[in-house]
């Protein structure tokens, strides 16, 4: 219940491409969905986030579409480039402890 | 950009030697977190606190102790070190309200 389950652990794609990285999750109390990118050597960092109350968001190049009946989020990478080279996870919590709660990260590789 | 730092970034220690990690952030957040993980891989709670004078045991059961003395300071110790305790260890905070979890860049130990 507690579970993210986060798909594919890694992923290739050209450069101008499009990247999606999928998650899943169980217990309906989440209602907090972020996503983290990590560049080697460092730790991560928030990258967009989303609530139960929007079905996407929208930030730049990059969107998180929300599907709370099918309880699965996703980032999308519109227009990938070779800096977006990272390892990328999603997480989840609810507004009683806030514990967050990892996906194992997908290492996307954008090739030039 | 996050206000927390972590010393030392890389340290080489042998075998049954006593170490202690050092994690300080200058935003004030009343929540402080450990991670651990191996380059690459799955984010993996070890310790947190919500205050002064309050830790908790994370979801990884870690030989590592912490204390909380300080809301700024969250140091992290390994009493006898062994080459398993190789790996990264990332300090993280967050405010009493907010989601949002900044993470530092990173401790690399290695022991042999």
């Known amino acids: 219940q507690q579970q993210v389950k986060q798909s594919p652990q890694s992923l290739i794609v050209q450069k101008g491409g499009i990247s999606i990285i999928n998650c899943a999750y169980e217990?309906?109390?989440?209602?907090?969905f972020p996503w983290y990118q990590q560049f080697p050597g460092k730790g991560p960092a928030l990258l967009i986030a989303?609530?139960?109350d929007v079905s996407e968001k929208k930030e730049g190049r990059f969107t998180i579409s929300f599907n709370k009946s099918a309880k699965q989020f996703s980032l999308h990478i519109m227009d990938s480039q070779p800096g977006d080279s990272a390892t990328y996870f999603c997480?989840?919590?609810?507004?009683?402890?806030?514990?967050?709660?990892w996906g194992a990260g997908t290492k996307l590789i954008i090739k030039p | 950009e996050a206000d927390i730092y972590q010393t030392p970034r890389y340290l080489v220690i042998g075998t049954g030697k006593k170490i202690t990690l050092e994690c300080s952030q200058t935003?004030?957040?009343?929540?402080m977190y450990w991670y651990q993980q191996d380059p690459g891989m799955e984010l993996h709670l070890i310790h947190y606190?919500?205050?002064?004078?309050?830790?908790e045991k994370g979801d990884l059961s870690s030989e590592s102790t912490v204390s909380r003395i300080r809301t700024e300071h969250f140091p992290l110790t390994l009493e006898s070190a062994r080459p398993s305790h190789t790996s990264q260890y990332l300090c993280?905070?967050?405010?009493?309200?907010?989601?949002?979890?900044?993470f530092g860049e990173g401790s690399w130990l290695t022991v042999v």
């Open positions: 606190s919500y205050g002064v004078n309050s830790t």
């Open positions: 997480a989840a919590s609810n507004n009683r402890n806030y514990q967050l709660i």
């Open positions: 217990n309906t109390a989440f209602d907090y």
């Open positions: 935003m004030g957040h009343d929540k």
């Open positions: 989303i609530r139960p």
């Open positions: 993280a905070s967050s405010t009493g309200s907010g989601n949002t979890i900044y």
